[in-house]
């Protein structure tokens, strides 16, 4: 089992910056890979950002350059620098953990961008 519990959602300009966090609930390096995957209303829920158990990342073609998934194992938590935002990366942001065979979700957490 794992408890996601993310944070740092809101409203910015676009252009802006945001950094939101998932804090996991046992060590990061008990889990196969975290990541952030985001739905905008009326599409298809998309993976953003993942990186695994022994640092490999990977990033949407949308956000490559201006999105950086990082990690502290000190404290569980994974986070995603948001820079550059545009009003299309509206979306809810969910963080995601597999635990093989297993997929463990948070509860989301809302970014606007305003034009």
Same mark, same amino acid.
Do not use: H
């Given at each position: 089992? *794992?408890?996601?519990?993310?944070?740092? /959602? /809101?409203?910015?300009?676009? =252009? =802006?910056?945001?950094?939101?966090?998932?804090?996991?609930?046992?060590?990061? #390096?008990?889990?196969?890979?975290? /990541?952030? #995957?985001? +739905?905008?209303? =009326?599409?298809?829920?998309?993976?953003?950002?993942?990186?695994?158990?022994?640092?490999?990342?990977?990033?949407?073609?949308? *956000?490559?350059?201006? #999105?950086?998934?990082?990690?502290?194992?000190?404290?569980?938590?994974?986070?995603?620098?948001?820079?550059?935002?545009?009003?299309?990366?509206?979306?809810?942001?969910?963080?995601?953990?597999?635990? #093989?065979?297993?997929?463990?979700? /948070? +509860?989301?957490?809302?970014?606007?961008?305003?034009?």
């Amino acid at each position: 089992q *794992v408890q996601l519990v993310e944070s740092g /959602g /809101g409203l910015v300009q676009a =252009g =802006g910056s945001l950094r939101l966090s998932c804090a996991a609930s046992r060590s990061i #390096f008990t889990i196969n890979s975290m /990541g952030w #995957f985001r +739905q905008a209303p =009326g599409k298809q829920r998309e993976l953003v950002a993942v990186i695994s158990r022994s640092g490999d990342t990977n990033y949407a073609d949308s *956000v490559k350059g201006r #999105f950086t998934i990082s990690r502290d194992s000190a404290e569980d938590t994974v986070y995603l620098q948001m820079d550059s935002l545009k009003p299309e990366d509206t979306a809810v942001y969910l963080c995601n953990a597999k635990v #093989f065979p297993k997929d463990y979700w /948070g +509860q989301g957490t809302q970014v606007t961008v305003s034009s």
